[in-house]
């Protein structure tokens, strides 16, 4: 009878509370809503399988759509030890259907855990006039323990702009991944033969600016718990001077090429200049004609530098479905017969009119002949890329595998589809003027993970003797610990 009286009391007080204030009726709909009996929901992001010593961060998202959300709370449980981690409160006064409570896992708290699991448990509640409860239990492997790694002594005599390769031995309890970090670039490792699993072998380009007073060449070994293992690597760096070379734009070559980019379609899917149709080039060009020399300039600029840094991301996400291992054996030849016209690393100027237009870097070889000229791969391989491709132009990224891709540019025909196995037999394009080219010529490009190296390395096998081929043979024995 009392229990009976106190549910009445509990039905009938908020709605005559409510009554009373007639006028608000949200008041009414809010306590009505506050009668369910429904549990929040709770999500929890950032929550990884394991965890090394960089530790983590996690949100504990709860909703309520009917009375909305109170409380939630993150702890953290050890046998019968319970640590406090993250808590969200309301006041109360107004409803919110979603809240979120956050919390971080130190390396500290780790190291103090008696088992190699962190257990959580993540409670929320609503603010319905019975409050609804729910809990969520998270369990995170703990690993602390840094994977191994041993690189095999070995001076590396490399070349400003060019490539190196290091060898390194390395193991973990769980999966792990290992690379060549220079600076912000990533050169991933690949087994040193198929399915090592101990050995590794790492191309890499060293910058076209490298000082090996600043920078630091490093091997890093990662596992799936975030541990990571780096040793530094010497570098003989050889410093070389770089060409320079300056180059006049016609209003012309300006009118003509720079607009088949500034169509923002163009802008967003580097996509063919046959995408932007001939009567809106026309109007373009109307359009370009009719402003001042100044915004030729500036189109040529925003051109320039947005496209190369664009291309630059591209290519490097291109390289990424590499073979693990080498898919040649052989020289690699001049894919186009002619003379160079244009070198690696050249430093080049634009100017229109007198004024400063811009900078590039040359990041390969041209190559100049008669107009449609063959093209011809360098090497064996497996084309990666075959269409258009920004200021290349029509291009073709053929593998060669562990990370090394060649580009050819520019071109006026491509006569290969993605997946094709080439060798220098193959005619895989004829050279054309396609993208910023001023005239028919062969843009050609080597790349380690999507960073160019010069190609006079690679087109002299006696370079690739000493410097890759010598290294990959066995080396058992030379592993230091
Ligand atoms: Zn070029």
Known sequence: MKRLVVFLLLILLPVVAALSFSQSRSFIFDSLGRFEKDKPEITLEGVPASVGRSGFKLAAKASDAGAGITHIAIEMRDGDKVT????????????LGNAMAEAEITEAM??????DVVELRVT????????????KLAQVKVDLKKPYLSVIPDQQNVTQGGAGMVLFEAGDDSQFTSFVRIGEMKF??????????????????????????????????????????????????????????????SKNFVEDKIISYLA??????????SAVKSDERKAMRARLRSEDEASYISSFRDVNEKYRRALGVKLVEISASSDPEFLWDSSFAKPMKGAITGRFGEERDYHYQSQIAGYSLHEGLDIASLQGAAVYSTNKGKVLYAGSLGIYGNAVVVDHGRGLSTLYGHLSRIDCNVGDVVDTTTQIAASGATGLAGGDHLHFEMRIAGVPVTPYEWLDYQWIEDHVLAKLKPVEGQING
């Not at 981690?85 to 409803?95: F, V």
């Not at 923002?264 to 200049?273: F, K, M, R, V």
């Open 188 to 249: 991933p490792a690949h087994p040193l033969r198929a399915g090592d699993t101990r050995q590794f072998a790492a191309l890499f380009a060293v910058p076209r600016l490298f000082d090996s007073a600043v920078d630091a060449a490093e091997v890093v070994v990662r596992d799936v718990a975030g541990n990571e293992t780096a040793r530094r690597f010497p570098l003989r760096v050889k410093k070389v001077n770089w060409p320079e070379d300056s180059i006049t734009l």
């Open 124 to 135: 929320a509640s609503d603010r319905a006039f019975i409050s609804n409860g729910e809990e």
């Open 84 to 95: 406090p981690l993250g808590e969200w409160k309301s006041d109360g006064s107004a409803k």
């Open 110 to 115: 780790l190291e103090e855990l008696s088992s």
């Open 264 to 273: 923002p379609e163009y802008y967003e899917s580097l996509e063919n200049t």
